[in-house]
């Protein structure tokens, strides 16, 4: 194993336990009400810096001294958001960005990132498989709205039910162009199953909301279906 990797997953490792597992729920609060003012939040800072520097190495302590104050400056950021999902992605990919930042600044040459940078421009693989991962999230989720809405609009609780639908539609298209591009068929049988188990298990069994459930999960596993196969198409006309 590459020596700078290990180095770089132990980073992510200290972040994890700093953030996930040595963050008591009560320094959150703390945080959102006092802000810059918590003591928690600089005693937080301390820590996942402090974890930092023993995972690096302690040479690196100035690595661990940036990810300690950037650690404050981000969450102290953080406290003024309100707690939704879009700020704590946010704030963990403005975390994993500077992680990111000591490892090229301890193990990278700068025409190693121009090669890098270059060879995901030029990548012809890359930009199909992300198109399609794109396609497949929120334009996917557009056209199956409303290809649906016709039914959906005869529910009583249609808005609600269109939001956590198009949530679920995104992970499971996600989910089917995985298993396609790794050849797991039978995870995809599974993935199928398992949805129809648990949709069709609910205590209050409405005949408009089924049909409503079972024409979105099947326009969305076709739109799968055939994405994944253009994605193969095309892959194969680069080996070929």
Known sequence: MNPALTWLIKLVLSHLLAD????????????????????????????????????M?????????????THILIDGWKSYRPAVFIYFLVDQVLH??????????????????TAFLAGVRDNY???????????????????????????????PDAAGLANAGKWIG????????????????????????AKGLLRFSEKEKQEQKTEYVLIGSLISVCFSIVTGIAVNYFLQLKQG
């Not at 190495?57 to 104050?69: E, K």
């Open 125 to 155: 693989s890359f930009w199909v498989v992300a198109t399609a991962f794109l396609f497949l999230s929120f334009p996917s989720g557009i056209a199956i709205d409303q290809m649906t809405r016709k039914w959906r609009e005869e529910l």
């Open 20 to 55: 996930f597992v040595l963050q008591p729920k009560s320094w959150v609060m703390q945080r959102q009400q006092q802000h810059f003012a918590a003591p928690s939040l600089y005693l937080h800072g301390a820590i996942a810096g402090a974890l930092a520097w023993i995972f």
């Open 57 to 69: 190495g302690l040479q690196y302590w100035y690595f661990a001294l940036a990810i300690s104050v």
């Open 170 to 193: 995104i992970l499971e298209r996600t989910l089917i162009l995985i298993f396609l591009l790794q050849n797991q068929y039978a995870a995809i049988g599974l993935l199928i199953t």
């Open 96 to 113: 994993l960005l500077v992680l990111l930042a000591c490892f090229c600044f301890a193990f990278c040459e700068w025409a190693d990132i």
